[in-house]
Protein backbone atom coordinates (compact mmCIF):
# COMPACT_ATOMS: atom_id res chain seq x y z
CA UNK A 1 0.00 0.00 0.00
CA UNK A 2 2.28 2.54 0.86
CA UNK A 3 4.88 1.72 -2.05
CA UNK A 4 1.75 2.28 -4.26
CA UNK A 5 1.36 5.77 -2.24
CA UNK A 6 4.91 6.43 -3.68
CA UNK A 7 4.62 5.38 -6.96
CA UNK A 8 1.28 7.88 -7.55
CA UNK A 9 3.01 10.62 -5.84
CA UNK A 10 6.19 9.92 -8.07
CA UNK A 11 3.95 9.78 -11.39
CA UNK A 12 1.73 13.02 -10.04
CA UNK A 13 4.95 15.16 -9.89
CA UNK A 14 6.19 13.83 -13.32
CA UNK A 15 3.02 14.85 -14.89
CA UNK A 16 3.42 18.10 -13.03
CA UNK A 17 6.70 18.84 -14.46
CA UNK A 18 5.71 17.80 -18.05
CA UNK A 19 3.01 19.68 -17.65
CA UNK A 20 4.65 22.90 -16.66
CA UNK A 21 7.68 22.55 -18.62
CA UNK A 22 5.81 21.69 -21.67
CA UNK A 23 8.11 18.75 -22.70
CA UNK A 24 5.79 16.85 -25.13
CA UNK A 25 5.22 19.82 -26.89
CA UNK A 26 6.93 19.37 -30.82
CA UNK A 27 9.48 21.46 -32.23
CA UNK A 28 8.51 22.46 -35.62
CA UNK A 29 10.21 25.61 -38.28
CA UNK A 30 8.30 28.90 -37.74
CA UNK A 31 5.23 29.00 -38.81
CA UNK A 32 5.08 32.07 -41.65
CA UNK A 33 2.96 34.04 -43.22
CA UNK A 34 4.38 36.18 -46.24
CA UNK A 35 3.63 36.84 -49.70
CA UNK A 36 5.32 35.09 -52.82
CA UNK A 37 7.47 37.62 -54.26
CA UNK A 38 11.17 37.14 -55.86
CA UNK A 39 12.58 38.89 -52.33
CA UNK A 40 10.79 37.00 -50.05
CA UNK A 41 12.09 33.79 -51.63
CA UNK A 42 15.70 34.84 -51.36
CA UNK A 43 15.23 36.01 -48.18
CA UNK A 44 13.72 32.63 -46.74
CA UNK A 45 16.66 30.48 -48.99
CA UNK A 46 19.57 32.73 -47.66
CA UNK A 47 18.03 33.10 -43.96
CA UNK A 48 17.73 29.19 -43.07
CA UNK A 49 16.74 30.07 -39.73
CA UNK A 50 13.43 31.14 -40.72
CA UNK A 51 12.73 27.57 -42.43
CA UNK A 52 14.45 25.07 -40.13
CA UNK A 53 13.50 24.11 -36.90
CA UNK A 54 14.02 26.05 -33.93
CA UNK A 55 15.06 23.97 -31.12
CA UNK A 56 15.01 24.99 -27.68
CA UNK A 57 16.44 23.26 -24.65
CA UNK A 58 15.53 20.35 -24.04
CA UNK A 59 14.67 20.03 -20.23
CA UNK A 60 13.24 23.80 -20.01
CA UNK A 61 13.38 25.57 -23.42
CA UNK A 62 9.71 24.63 -24.08
CA UNK A 63 8.57 26.56 -21.30
CA UNK A 64 7.08 30.08 -22.33
CA UNK A 65 8.08 31.36 -18.72
CA UNK A 66 11.37 29.85 -17.97
CA UNK A 67 12.47 31.31 -21.24
CA UNK A 68 11.36 34.34 -20.32
CA UNK A 69 12.38 34.31 -16.90
CA UNK A 70 15.86 33.57 -17.86
CA UNK A 71 16.04 36.56 -20.10
CA UNK A 72 14.90 38.73 -17.27
CA UNK A 73 17.21 37.25 -14.67
CA UNK A 74 20.11 36.41 -17.04
CA UNK A 75 19.76 38.41 -20.11
CA UNK A 76 22.17 35.73 -21.80
CA UNK A 77 24.99 33.49 -20.36
CA UNK A 78 28.51 33.99 -20.86
CA UNK A 79 27.60 37.78 -22.19
CA UNK A 80 30.76 39.51 -23.92
CA UNK A 81 31.55 43.20 -23.15
CA UNK A 82 32.02 45.19 -26.47
CA UNK A 83 33.70 48.36 -26.57
CA UNK A 84 31.53 51.59 -27.61
CA UNK A 85 31.77 55.00 -27.42
CA UNK A 86 28.88 57.15 -25.30
CA UNK A 87 27.54 59.78 -27.45
CA UNK A 88 25.06 62.75 -26.10
CA UNK A 89 22.78 64.39 -27.82
CA UNK A 90 20.84 67.89 -26.93
CA UNK A 91 17.22 67.56 -28.08
CA UNK A 92 14.96 70.63 -28.19
CA UNK A 93 12.82 70.39 -25.02
CA UNK A 94 15.99 70.16 -23.12
CA UNK A 95 16.63 66.67 -22.93
CA UNK A 96 19.51 64.72 -23.64
CA UNK A 97 19.67 61.46 -25.08
CA UNK A 98 22.01 58.85 -25.42
CA UNK A 99 23.06 56.21 -27.44
CA UNK A 100 26.24 54.12 -27.50
CA UNK A 101 28.34 53.76 -31.09
CA UNK A 102 29.81 50.15 -31.65
CA UNK A 103 32.30 50.01 -34.75
CA UNK A 104 32.57 46.63 -36.83
CA UNK A 105 35.22 44.30 -36.16
CA UNK A 106 36.09 43.54 -39.60
CA UNK A 107 34.47 43.95 -42.90
CA UNK A 108 31.59 43.23 -43.89
CA UNK A 109 30.39 40.39 -46.40
CA UNK A 110 29.36 42.62 -49.03
CA UNK A 111 32.19 45.18 -48.49
CA UNK A 112 29.37 48.10 -47.87
CA UNK A 113 28.95 50.31 -44.88
CA UNK A 114 26.02 49.36 -42.55
CA UNK A 115 25.17 50.77 -39.82
CA UNK A 116 22.41 48.42 -37.08
CA UNK A 117 20.32 50.97 -35.41
CA UNK A 118 19.01 49.01 -32.63
CA UNK A 119 16.03 50.09 -30.04
CA UNK A 120 15.91 47.69 -26.58
CA UNK A 121 13.41 46.76 -25.07
CA UNK A 122 11.25 48.77 -22.52
CA UNK A 123 13.65 50.53 -19.65
CA UNK A 124 16.42 49.12 -21.50
CA UNK A 125 19.98 49.99 -22.98
CA UNK A 126 22.95 48.98 -24.50
CA UNK A 127 24.53 47.49 -20.95
CA UNK A 128 21.80 44.84 -21.02
CA UNK A 129 23.17 40.90 -21.44
CA UNK A 130 21.09 40.61 -24.46
CA UNK A 131 22.17 44.13 -26.09
CA UNK A 132 25.59 43.25 -25.28
CA UNK A 133 25.29 39.43 -27.30
CA UNK A 134 23.43 40.44 -30.34
CA UNK A 135 25.56 43.88 -30.84
CA UNK A 136 28.96 41.57 -30.74
CA UNK A 137 27.65 39.18 -32.93
CA UNK A 138 26.89 41.63 -35.28
CA UNK A 139 30.52 43.56 -35.09
CA UNK A 140 31.83 40.54 -36.16
CA UNK A 141 29.61 40.36 -39.33
CA UNK A 142 30.92 43.42 -39.75
CA UNK A 143 27.63 45.96 -38.65
CA UNK A 144 28.75 49.00 -37.16
CA UNK A 145 25.76 49.25 -34.18
CA UNK A 146 24.34 52.46 -32.80
CA UNK A 147 22.13 51.29 -29.74
CA UNK A 148 20.13 53.87 -27.84
CA UNK A 149 19.98 54.42 -23.92
CA UNK A 150 15.82 54.64 -23.53
CA UNK A 151 15.75 58.42 -21.64
CA UNK A 152 15.80 57.93 -17.76
CA UNK A 153 16.90 53.83 -17.98
CA UNK A 154 20.86 54.41 -17.76
CA UNK A 155 21.36 54.13 -13.46
CA UNK A 156 24.45 56.99 -13.91
CA UNK A 157 22.78 59.34 -16.40
CA UNK A 158 20.61 62.48 -14.86
CA UNK A 159 17.92 63.41 -16.87
CA UNK A 160 18.01 66.86 -18.01
CA UNK A 161 14.34 67.50 -18.54
CA UNK A 162 11.32 66.65 -16.89
CA UNK A 163 10.72 63.78 -19.05
CA UNK A 164 11.73 59.85 -19.82
CA UNK A 165 11.32 57.29 -22.40
CA UNK A 166 7.37 56.35 -23.16
CA UNK A 167 5.75 53.36 -25.01
CA UNK A 168 6.01 54.95 -28.49
CA UNK A 169 8.34 58.11 -28.48
CA UNK A 170 10.29 58.34 -31.28
CA UNK A 171 12.05 61.51 -30.69
CA UNK A 172 15.70 59.93 -29.04
CA UNK A 173 15.45 57.11 -31.72
CA UNK A 174 14.99 59.97 -34.92
CA UNK A 175 17.97 61.89 -33.31
CA UNK A 176 20.27 59.04 -32.81
CA UNK A 177 19.13 57.85 -36.74
CA UNK A 178 19.97 61.39 -37.58
CA UNK A 179 23.16 61.63 -36.34
CA UNK A 180 24.01 58.04 -37.96
CA UNK A 181 23.27 59.21 -41.15
CA UNK A 182 25.22 62.73 -40.92
CA UNK A 183 27.82 61.19 -39.91
CA UNK A 184 28.34 58.20 -41.65
CA UNK A 185 27.11 59.41 -45.08
CA UNK A 186 27.91 56.17 -47.42
CA UNK A 187 25.82 53.91 -44.53
CA UNK A 188 23.17 52.14 -44.90
CA UNK A 189 20.94 50.91 -42.03
CA UNK A 190 19.02 47.70 -40.59
CA UNK A 191 16.17 48.94 -37.89
CA UNK A 192 15.95 46.27 -35.04
CA UNK A 193 13.68 46.96 -32.53
CA UNK A 194 12.79 44.53 -29.37
CA UNK A 195 10.02 44.48 -27.84
CA UNK A 196 8.58 47.83 -26.87
CA UNK A 197 11.80 48.85 -28.89
CA UNK A 198 9.99 46.99 -31.89
CA UNK A 199 7.28 49.12 -31.43
CA UNK A 200 8.90 52.69 -31.60
CA UNK A 201 11.21 51.15 -34.94
CA UNK A 202 8.07 50.01 -36.68
CA UNK A 203 6.51 53.46 -35.72
CA UNK A 204 9.22 55.50 -36.62
CA UNK A 205 9.51 54.31 -39.72
CA UNK A 206 5.74 54.98 -40.38
CA UNK A 207 4.61 58.00 -39.17
CA UNK A 208 6.98 60.03 -41.43
CA UNK A 209 8.10 58.59 -45.09
CA UNK A 210 11.46 60.43 -45.29
CA UNK A 211 12.19 58.02 -42.30
CA UNK A 212 12.83 54.89 -44.78
CA UNK A 213 15.45 56.73 -46.68
CA UNK A 214 18.54 54.98 -46.23
CA UNK A 215 17.13 51.79 -44.51
CA UNK A 216 17.69 48.57 -46.29
CA UNK A 217 14.97 46.84 -43.73
CA UNK A 218 13.72 46.59 -40.20
CA UNK A 219 12.93 43.46 -37.77
CA UNK A 220 10.75 43.40 -35.15
CA UNK A 221 11.28 40.81 -32.49
CA UNK A 222 8.28 40.27 -29.47
CA UNK A 223 6.27 43.48 -29.44
CA UNK A 224 2.56 44.08 -29.33
CA UNK A 225 1.55 46.43 -31.93
CA UNK A 226 -1.14 47.84 -30.29
CA UNK A 227 -1.02 49.02 -25.98
CA UNK A 228 -4.92 49.40 -26.25
CA UNK A 229 -5.70 46.49 -27.21
CA UNK A 230 -3.30 44.71 -25.15
CA UNK A 231 -4.38 46.63 -22.05
CA UNK A 232 -6.97 44.14 -21.19
CA UNK A 233 -5.18 41.25 -21.61
CA UNK A 234 -2.67 42.36 -18.81
CA UNK A 235 -4.71 42.11 -16.48
CA UNK A 236 -5.84 38.91 -17.05
CA UNK A 237 -4.35 36.07 -15.38
CA UNK A 238 -3.95 33.93 -18.35
CA UNK A 239 0.02 32.69 -18.67
CA UNK A 240 0.06 34.64 -16.01
CA UNK A 241 0.23 37.80 -17.42
CA UNK A 242 -1.31 40.05 -14.76
CA UNK A 243 1.83 38.79 -12.20
CA UNK A 244 3.91 39.85 -15.45
CA UNK A 245 1.94 43.40 -15.46
CA UNK A 246 3.15 44.06 -11.53
CA UNK A 247 6.96 42.94 -12.05
CA UNK A 248 7.34 45.49 -14.62
CA UNK A 249 5.19 47.92 -13.50
CA UNK A 250 7.73 47.75 -9.74
CA UNK A 251 10.76 48.14 -12.50
CA UNK A 252 9.23 51.14 -13.64
CA UNK A 253 8.18 52.53 -10.37
CA UNK A 254 11.84 52.65 -8.94
CA UNK A 255 12.80 53.96 -13.15
CA UNK A 256 10.54 57.16 -12.03
CA UNK A 257 12.03 57.24 -8.61
CA UNK A 258 15.61 57.41 -9.68
CA UNK A 259 14.72 60.58 -11.23
CA UNK A 260 12.10 62.21 -8.91
CA UNK A 261 13.94 65.46 -8.37
CA UNK A 262 14.17 65.45 -12.23
CA UNK A 263 10.20 64.47 -13.03
CA UNK A 264 8.46 66.43 -10.51
CA UNK A 265 10.82 69.45 -9.18
CA UNK A 266 9.15 71.74 -11.34
CA UNK A 267 6.19 70.98 -9.77
CA UNK A 268 4.28 72.35 -6.49
CA UNK A 269 4.74 70.15 -3.16
CA UNK A 270 1.12 69.08 -3.87
CA UNK A 271 1.65 68.03 -6.94
CA UNK A 272 4.78 66.15 -6.09
CA UNK A 273 2.79 64.44 -3.24
CA UNK A 274 0.11 64.09 -5.33
CA UNK A 275 2.01 62.30 -8.17
CA UNK A 276 4.57 60.14 -6.21
CA UNK A 277 1.09 59.03 -3.67
CA UNK A 278 -0.25 57.17 -6.65
CA UNK A 279 2.69 56.09 -8.40
CA UNK A 280 3.59 54.27 -5.06
CA UNK A 281 -0.01 52.76 -4.73
CA UNK A 282 0.14 51.77 -8.31
CA UNK A 283 0.25 47.58 -9.23
CA UNK A 284 -0.23 47.92 -13.20
CA UNK A 285 1.79 49.33 -16.11
CA UNK A 286 -1.76 50.62 -16.98
CA UNK A 287 -1.90 53.01 -13.32
CA UNK A 288 1.78 53.93 -14.64
CA UNK A 289 0.68 55.29 -17.65
CA UNK A 290 -2.59 56.77 -16.55
CA UNK A 291 -0.86 58.92 -13.93
CA UNK A 292 2.83 59.71 -14.60
CA UNK A 293 3.65 58.36 -18.43
CA UNK A 294 0.81 59.51 -20.48
CA UNK A 295 1.54 63.82 -18.99
CA UNK A 296 4.95 63.79 -20.21
CA UNK A 297 3.28 64.22 -24.03
CA UNK A 298 0.22 66.15 -22.74
CA UNK A 299 -2.00 63.04 -23.80
CA UNK A 300 -5.49 63.74 -22.20
CA UNK A 301 -6.57 59.92 -21.40
CA UNK A 302 -5.40 56.91 -21.26
CA UNK A 303 -6.63 56.05 -24.35
CA UNK A 304 -5.53 58.27 -26.06
CA UNK A 305 -2.06 57.94 -25.24
CA UNK A 306 -2.17 54.12 -26.16
CA UNK A 307 -3.61 54.98 -29.52
CA UNK A 308 -1.06 57.54 -30.42
CA UNK A 309 2.23 56.18 -29.50
CA UNK A 310 1.03 52.49 -30.45
CA UNK A 311 2.73 51.29 -34.01
CA UNK A 312 -0.49 49.66 -34.98
CA UNK A 313 -1.74 52.93 -36.49
CA UNK A 314 1.67 53.46 -38.77
CA UNK A 315 2.93 49.91 -39.28
CA UNK A 316 0.99 50.32 -42.75
CA UNK A 317 2.99 52.78 -44.10
CA UNK A 318 6.02 50.66 -43.92
CA UNK A 319 7.63 49.95 -47.26
CA UNK A 320 10.81 48.63 -46.78
CA UNK A 321 11.59 44.68 -46.29
CA UNK A 322 10.04 43.91 -42.47
CA UNK A 323 10.59 40.94 -40.84
CA UNK A 324 8.03 40.61 -37.56
CA UNK A 325 9.07 37.97 -34.86
CA UNK A 326 6.56 36.80 -32.31
CA UNK A 327 6.93 33.43 -29.96
CA UNK A 328 3.43 31.62 -29.79
CA UNK A 329 4.47 30.85 -25.76
CA UNK A 330 5.42 34.71 -25.09
CA UNK A 331 3.45 35.34 -21.82
CA UNK A 332 3.42 38.94 -22.43
CA UNK A 333 1.56 39.15 -25.61
CA UNK A 334 -1.52 37.92 -25.76
CA UNK A 335 -2.43 35.57 -29.05
CA UNK A 336 -5.83 38.06 -30.26
CA UNK A 337 -2.61 40.75 -30.88
CA UNK A 338 -0.97 38.45 -33.17
CA UNK A 339 -3.95 39.04 -35.81
CA UNK A 340 -2.01 42.67 -36.46
CA UNK A 341 1.44 41.06 -38.19
CA UNK A 342 -0.51 38.52 -39.63
CA UNK A 343 -2.95 40.58 -41.46
CA UNK A 344 -0.16 42.86 -42.58
CA UNK A 345 2.04 40.35 -43.70
CA UNK A 346 -1.11 39.01 -45.85
CA UNK A 347 -1.27 42.12 -47.24
CA UNK A 348 2.01 43.82 -47.71
CA UNK A 349 4.63 42.07 -50.36
CA UNK A 350 7.52 43.59 -48.35
CA UNK A 351 6.61 42.02 -44.59
CA UNK A 352 7.37 38.40 -43.22
CA UNK A 353 5.93 37.51 -40.13
CA UNK A 354 7.41 34.55 -38.29
CA UNK A 355 5.59 33.06 -35.51
CA UNK A 356 7.88 30.45 -33.48
CA UNK A 357 6.44 27.40 -31.14
CA UNK A 358 8.72 28.28 -27.86
CA UNK A 359 10.90 31.54 -27.38
CA UNK A 360 9.15 33.46 -24.64
CA UNK A 361 9.72 37.21 -24.40
CA UNK A 362 12.72 37.92 -26.21
CA UNK A 363 14.32 34.55 -24.82
CA UNK A 364 14.80 32.22 -27.65
CA UNK A 365 17.76 29.92 -26.36
CA UNK A 366 19.25 27.08 -27.97
CA UNK A 367 21.06 23.94 -26.24
CA UNK A 368 21.07 20.82 -26.48
CA UNK A 369 19.98 19.46 -22.67
CA UNK A 370 20.64 21.97 -20.01
CA UNK A 371 22.77 24.88 -20.78
CA UNK A 372 21.65 27.13 -23.07
CA UNK A 373 24.37 29.05 -25.77
CA UNK A 374 25.76 32.39 -25.73
CA UNK A 375 24.19 32.99 -28.86
CA UNK A 376 20.61 32.57 -29.51
CA UNK A 377 18.47 31.62 -32.22
CA UNK A 378 16.46 35.54 -32.54
CA UNK A 379 20.42 36.94 -32.67
CA UNK A 380 20.82 34.21 -35.58
CA UNK A 381 18.05 35.14 -36.97
CA UNK A 382 18.31 39.06 -36.84
CA UNK A 383 21.65 38.49 -38.06
CA UNK A 384 20.90 35.66 -40.96
CA UNK A 385 18.08 38.36 -42.17
CA UNK A 386 20.41 41.31 -42.31
CA UNK A 387 23.22 39.47 -44.37
CA UNK A 388 20.20 38.02 -46.92
CA UNK A 389 19.08 41.51 -47.64
CA UNK A 390 22.19 43.34 -47.90
CA UNK A 391 23.18 40.36 -50.61
CA UNK A 392 19.98 41.07 -52.39
CA UNK A 393 20.70 44.65 -52.14
CA UNK A 394 24.40 44.14 -53.92
CA UNK A 395 23.48 41.19 -56.50
CA UNK A 396 19.19 41.98 -57.38
CA UNK A 397 18.65 42.48 -60.97
CA UNK A 398 18.78 46.63 -61.96
CA UNK A 399 14.64 46.42 -62.00
CA UNK A 400 14.42 44.66 -58.53
CA UNK A 401 14.58 45.96 -54.79
CA UNK A 402 12.70 45.57 -51.75
CA UNK A 403 10.67 48.06 -52.80
CA UNK A 404 9.45 47.08 -56.28
CA UNK A 405 6.88 44.11 -57.01
CA UNK A 406 6.98 41.82 -60.12
CA UNK A 407 4.22 44.58 -61.77
CA UNK A 408 6.54 47.17 -61.18
CA UNK A 409 9.41 45.18 -62.57
CA UNK A 410 7.61 44.07 -65.67
CA UNK A 411 6.34 47.91 -66.73
CA UNK A 412 10.61 48.68 -66.13
CA UNK A 413 11.55 46.19 -68.08
CA UNK A 414 8.79 46.92 -70.88
Given at each position: MFDGMKLAAVATVLYIIVRCLNLKSPTAPPDLIYQDTPLNRFLLKSCPQLTKEYIPPLLWGKSGHLQTALYGKLGRVSSPHPCGIRKFLPMQDGATATFDLFEPLGDHRTGDDITMVICPGIGNHSEKHYIRTFVDYAQKEGYRCAVLNHLGALPNIELTSPRMFTYGCTWEFAAMVGYIKRAYPQTQLIVVGFSLGGNIVCKFLGENMTNQDRVLCCVSVCQGYSALRAQETFLQ???????YNFLMADNMKKIILSHRHSLFGGNSAKMIDADL?????ATSIMHIDDNIMRKFHGHSSLKEYYEKESCVHYIHNVNVPLLLVN??????????????????AAKKPNVIFALTLHGGHLGFFKGAVLFPKPLTWMDKVIVGYANAMCQWEKQKPPCQSGHLSESSCAEEKA
Open positions: WDQFRRFSRLYTAADDPLVHESLLNIPRTL
